[in-house]
């Protein structure tokens, strides 16, 4: 009935709705265990907020055509131009974005479902593959490594957190390495990738997931988006700031054009343009916690079978990063330059390509640290403007939207803003960067490393907060999440245990259950990921597309749904004979259905039911489905 039709949808937009604003308090649950959001229906959503909107504010004004002024300019576009908002973005040609930030991590897919931003049409344009997590590498000491994964790790064992039952059976020998309990982490280096598949309470139903992508191309592909909901693009060279009551009254360009707003965001970099330059915003250096201050960046050629995770290499005076794309492989040196000159960054950089460089290497000098205030009068700073930490952890992308999000639901009534709001703001994104300092500096300040830059991280004052995360931990393994914080127990564990944090004894509440029935359990678990890791395909060339995959082999995921259902293998040459294997007590053929990515019913049939099985023990049925021959990513449902 159209009716019901209404309100689903809109309980489904509701439900993005919240998750976008609200996102903070749904983290807990979803950052890192994202749902796919196959039902949505898109084109609804503009319709939706153009109910619940009101055109308080007549224009914003975006200066910057990097990653923050084109994410700001689709989400302004998309929410507040259907309430009649005019949304403007001025960039100009003659001034260069960063060129990179590239590794995302999977809150941007709720971002990219909240804009009705299509999965495969991104990755296409942006050349963009999945990532599963994060892989440290000599960290700890040389030749050590571990994943910090997406996604949840194990499950409540006897209504004890995970981690608890697992750091005590670890400490009693009991227990594999974290990572063995990750479907995430053995998927990205077993080189295999699946989206979320729905399949009960299997680890296969929550795979958490994001994306890297190249910087440009996106930047190009938000541009098109939001063009597409009206954002105005004007190029430009801003050359003088207005100021007024409300901070900002206008931007002068170098054509002698006056644009004026009621609010500004400044997305203009590390220029900080507006925020800085005009508004004297302030500076909060955090150069004694994080002492990188470079980085060195080279394109190289793509990898031949990339793994679906960035790679963070720990060098003598800082770390290389390793982003593979479809097209090329993203590569930079972060590093300390009191510990490490410019050529000897480059050096260390070249020495470990796995391809040809594909440009010259290029030095970026940054700072550490954070505009004192995000949001001054009428302007917020986004991006780099607003701040910038070393992406070790790939959040730089993620403080944008972040910023987004909190600004969305505190937009100004009024011109001046209320100090209130303004007072808030700044207080949730100081949070949010702070905390994300700890998490960061956790990395450097637990290693085992013996070069100077490493032992002098080891040495040097930590946080306060980070240090009070410490003693919780070396107290029993307790991991405590602050409000709204990024970072969840899961990823501080991967990282805590994975840098070799000191923990004395566990937590007490775990006795309750006998160790060797704990031992159980985490075996039980790891046998489930590891069965889910053979249901997840092959690597694939070029991950996100739909046409024809790594030597025309036709990749099938499948959904196990009624019944477990065994293919004969993963992927298929189109004329092969296909067939599965269904264990299913029926007596009478089971209905199938294979559906292609968009989720369009390619294919029917019924099994052969074939009866008991002496091998398996099971009573089996066969479908066959040979007369797909079109090569596709498809899933076979009963
Ligand atoms: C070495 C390094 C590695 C990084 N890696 C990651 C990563 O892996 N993951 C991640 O999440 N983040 C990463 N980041 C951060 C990420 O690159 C940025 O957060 C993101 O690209 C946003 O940049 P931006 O849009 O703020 O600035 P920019 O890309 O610098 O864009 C600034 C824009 O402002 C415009 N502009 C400037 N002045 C004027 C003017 N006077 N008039 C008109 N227009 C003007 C420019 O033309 C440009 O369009 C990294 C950053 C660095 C430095």
């Given at each position: 009935?159209?009716?019901d039709a ?53 224009s ?21 131009g ?19 930030g ?43 490594s ?130 800085q ?33 960035t790679?963070a ?44 460089a ?64 303004v007072d ?44 009070e ?26 990282v ?66 009624a ?12 004329d ?40 398996s ?6 479908a ?15």
């Open positions: 009935m159209a009716g209404i309100d689903l949808v809109v309980g489904c937009h509701h439900r993005l709705y919240r998750q976008f604003l609200h996102g903070a308090f749904e983290r807990r649950e979803e950052v890192f265990a994202q749902r796919p959001f196959g039902n949505i229906r898109r084109a609804d959503i503009g319709a939706v907020f153009g109910l619940t909107m009101t055109a308080a504010l007549g914003v004004v975006i200066v910057g055509g990097g990653t923050a002024g084109w994410m700001a300019a689709v989400a302004f576009g998309r929410l507040l259907p309430a009649g908002t005019r949304v403007t973005l001025v960039e100009s040609d003659d001034i260069a974005t960063i060129g990179v590239e590794a995302t991590i999977p809150p941007i897919r709720t971002f990219h479902a909240m804009l009705g931003i299509d999965e495969d049409a991104f990755l296409l344009a942006t050349g963009g593959s999945y990532k599963l997590g994060i892989r440290f590498e000599g960290w700890t000491r040389p030749g050590e571990y994943v910090h994964p997406f996604g949840q790790i194990g499950t409540d064992i006897a209504g004890v957190p995970f981690a608890a039952q697992w750091l005590r059976a670890r400490q009693a020998g009991a227990a594999e390495a974290l990572g063995a309990y990750s479907l995430e982490a053995r998927a990205a280096e077993a080189g295999r990738f699946s989206r979320p598949i729905a399949n009960g309470d299997s680890p296969l139903s929550r795979i958490g997931y994001a994306y890297h992508f190249d910087a440009g191309r996106y930047a190009a592909f938000l541009r098109a988006q939001a063009e597409a909901h009206g954002v105005i693009r004007r190029e430009g060279r801003v050359d003088r700031v207005e100021r007024g009551p409300a901070g900002i009254a206008a931007v002068h360009l170098a054509d002698g054009s006056r644009i004026e707003g009621d609010l500004f965001l400044d997305c203009t970099g590390f220029r900080a343009l507006l925020i330059g005009t508004l004297q915003a302030g500076w909060t250096d955090w150069s004694q916690w994080l002492p990188c201050d470079r980085a060195v960046a080279v394109p190289s050629a793509a990898d031949a079978a990339p793994l679906a995770l790679r290499i720990a060098e003598p005076a800082g770390w290389r990063w390793r982003i593979p794309l479809q097209h090329r492989t993203g590569n930079g040196h972060v590093f300390s330059s009191r510990h490490c000159s410019d050529d000897e960054a480059t050096a260390t950089l070249l020495a470990g390509l796995q391809g040809e594909l440009a010259d290497p290029r030095v970026i000098r940054f700072a550490t640290g954070h505009r004192t205030r995000f949001w001054s009068g009428n302007c917020i700073a986004l991006g780099l403007a607003a701040g910038f930490m070393e992406p070790l952890e790939s959040t730089s992308i993620h403080l944008v939207q972040s910023g987004l999000q909190h600004l969305l639901r505190m937009l100004p009534t009024g011109a001046p803003p209320a100090p209130a709001i808030r703001y700044n207080r949730t994104m100081t949070g949010e960067f702070v905390r994300i300092r700890d998490f960061l500096v956790a990395h450097y300040h637990l290693n085992a490393r013996t070069e100077p830059f490493w032992r002098e991280r080891a040495a040097a004052p930590i946080p306060d907060g980070l240090a995360k410490l003693a919780l931990f070396r107290a029993g393994g307790r991991i405590f999440r602050e409000a709204d914080e990024l970072f969840n127990e899961v990823s501080w564990l991967a805590l245990t994975g840098q070799d944090a000191p923990v004395t004894g566990h937590d007490p509440i775990c006795d309750a259950l006998p160790i060797m029935a704990a031992a159980n359990r985490l075996a039980l678990i790891e046998r489930v990921v590891a069965t889910s890791l053979t249901h997840m395909p092959p690597p694939c060339r070029r991950a996100g597309t739909v046409g024809p995959g790594q030597d025309d082999l036709m990749p099938i995921a499948f959904v196990l749904a019944a477990v259902i065994n293919l004969n293998q993963l992927g298929f040459r189109p092969d004979p296909k067939q599965a294997i269904v264990a299913d007590a029926a007596t009478s053929p089971l209905e199938w259905v294979v559906v292609d990515d968009a989720g369009k019913t390619v294919l029917t049939g019924r099994t052969t039911v074939g009866g008991d099985d002496a091998a023990g099971d009573h089996v049925h066969v066959r489905f040979t007369a797909l021959t079109r090569s596709g990513s498809y899933r076979v449902w009963l």
